[in-house]
């Protein structure tokens, strides 16, 4: 797994550390089972603080893509769940784009859907 981030970027170190791996996660590059590397080690090949990693990880396993294990590290747990997730959120893509709605509103829609 190669993790890229953009220290110029508006988006936050943490938060381009999480996109990456959910990207790698629903890319079926990472499955259930696969270990990501130690906080320390990850931190430490992008030249980063360790708690940005901490703070990104902490953000995957609230997402329910990763469990962290003491001892074993961060462990992707994505499921079969997670492919019947991608192919609805796929069919709103499409619907939403038909319709001509920004991403920007259907995100918004979607957000407020799952702070019920």
């Known amino acids: 797994m190669i ?6 970027s508006a988006v936050p170190l943490f938060e381009q550390i999480v996109r990456a791996v ?3 996660i629903l890319g079926a590059r990472l499955a259930a089972g696969d270990r990501l590397p130690s906080a320390r080690e990850l931190a430490t090949s992008l030249d980063i603080n360790l708690h940005t990693v901490l703070r990104a990880y902490q953000e995957l396993r609230e997402e329910g893509l990763i469990e962290l294990r003491r001892g ?3 462990v992707v747990i994505g499921g079969p769940d997670l492919g019947v997730v991608q192919r609805i959120i796929a ?6 784009r038909s319709r001509g709605l920004a991403s920007d509103t259907v995100i ?5 859907e799952l702070s019920r």
């Open 3 to 8: 993790i890229r981030i953009d220290p110029a």
């Open 22 to 24: 959910r990207s790698e």
């Open 72 to 74: 074993r590290g961060a």
């Open 91 to 96: 069919e709103l893509g499409s619907e939403a």
């Open 108 to 112: 918004a829609l979607v957000r407020e």
